[in-house]
Structure formats: C-alpha cells, structure tokens
C-alpha cells in the first residue's frame, strides 16, 4: 500500500543531543513538510522541500535541520540548539507544492529526558 | 490575533445529538478551506473540503461565509466514533501557497 511512513513512534533526547525523525514516502510525491504539534495549538510549519536537493524554512527552522537526497526521504534532525523539542512531529506530502491535499505519516512523538 | 482561530471545546454531546464547530480565518485571500480530524495522538486525515455554497457527506455539512470569513461543520445524529479533535485548515496563496491550522476543537461523544 501506498503512503507515508514515520520512524520511530517514540523518541527520547538527552540534553545536548542530536536525533533525527525519519520519514520515507511511496506516493512518488514531489512535495514533503515536515510540521511540530503541541497541546493547545495548531500544527506549526518547520521545514518543506518541494523537490530532490530543496528545500525551505517554515514558520518554526530554529533548531532543526533536514535533507532531501532522495524523492522518497526527508528526515528531520532536533539539533541541541533547539530548547524546547518536546512535541509531536508530523510528516506530509503532497502531489506539488500547490496541491491541496496532504498526506500524513503517523507521527512522532519527541520526549525530553 | 491567531490566522485560524477554533472554539477549543471541550464539547460534550450525547449521541445522537447535532453538534456545530465555528472556525474564523483573518485573511481575506484565503481560497480554500477544509475540516481535518485527528485522533489522540494521531496524524491528522482530510474530513471534507468546504466550497461557496456549502457541501455535504452524509452526517457531515460544512459551510463558507466568506463576508464574516468564517466555515463551520455540522455533525448530525452523533456517533461514538465521532469523537476526536476537528482541525480547521485554511489556505492562501499571498507570495505562496501557504497551509494554516486551527488549533482544534475536541467533541466528546457519550453514550
């Protein structure tokens, strides 16, 4: 089946710790975002990438970085500069970057120890 | 002021009942607009697209008054399994295509 696929479901970061969220899709879809969820507020924009080797800040870049060797991946890496990691990250893709409709990995959840 | 801004609940209905979720947008150049649920902890799946004249999908109605910039959602005959957080999600395309999330709107659904 066709979709987007988020590993792992769980993380946990020790302070001064570098991790990265993976996220592999099989829709051949150009377009991918990652997004940050917390209580109380609506998904928040960090990174998107529209094509291989591209790739934009969002709304919230601080402290994260990303990568898109290939169509399929975009991970997502939490640097140490980011202070406050705890959340849920949300992968998506769509057809083009103007296309409207979004298809969500399953998600991530970041967990400070 | 928030771009998409939803009444958090939560909202606590009986089954059966009909429920209405208001979401208001700040911009005037938003061209499209859509409802989302997510359950707990869970990535967010597309609920219904909202046109001009109003659409509807079964037990769902959803609404677009652009004057006021506001759409709302209607559940009818609440099930159970209708429980969850309703996003309202608008787009624009000033300088870009760009994607804004409510914050949700819980509705718990009890037996």
């Known amino acids: 089946d066709g979709g987007i696929t988020q590993s792992p479901k769980y993380l946990f970061r020790k302070e001064g710790q570098n991790v990265t969220l993976s996220c592999e899709q099989n829709l051949n879809h150009d377009a991918m975002y990652w997004y940050r969820q917390d209580p109380g507020q609506g998904l928040r924009l960090i990174y998107y990438s529209q094509i291989v080797n591209d790739f934009q800040k969002g709304d919230i870049a601080e402290g994260y970085s990303v990568s898109r060797e290939k169509k399929e991946s975009f991970p997502l890496t939490v640097t140490s500069a980011q202070k406050n990691p705890t959340a849920f990250y949300l992968c998506?893709?769509?057809?083009?970057?103007?296309?409207?409709?979004?298809?969500f990995g399953s998600g991530t959840q970041l967990s400070v120890l | 002021r928030k771009e998409v801004e939803q009444d958090p609940g939560p909202f606590n209905v009986p089954e059966g009942a009909t429920v209405a979720f208001n979401c208001t947008y700040s911009?005037?150049?938003?061209?499209?607009f859509f409802w989302y649920r997510q359950d707990c902890r869970k990535e967010p799946k597309l609920l219904m697209s909202v046109y001009s004249s109003g659409n509807e999908d079964g037990r769902f109605t959803a609404q677009l008054n652009r004057a006021s910039q506001y759409i709302s959602l209607l559940i009818r005959d609440s099930k159970l399994s209708d429980s969850a957080t309703y996003l309202c999600v608008v787009r624009s395309n000033t300088g870009g295509f760009k994607t804004i999330f409510g914050a949700g709107t819980r509705l718990f659904v009890k037996a």
């Open positions: 998506a893709s769509s057809i083009g970057r103007d296309n409207e409709k979004l298809f």
């Open positions: 911009n005037s150049a938003s061209q499209s």
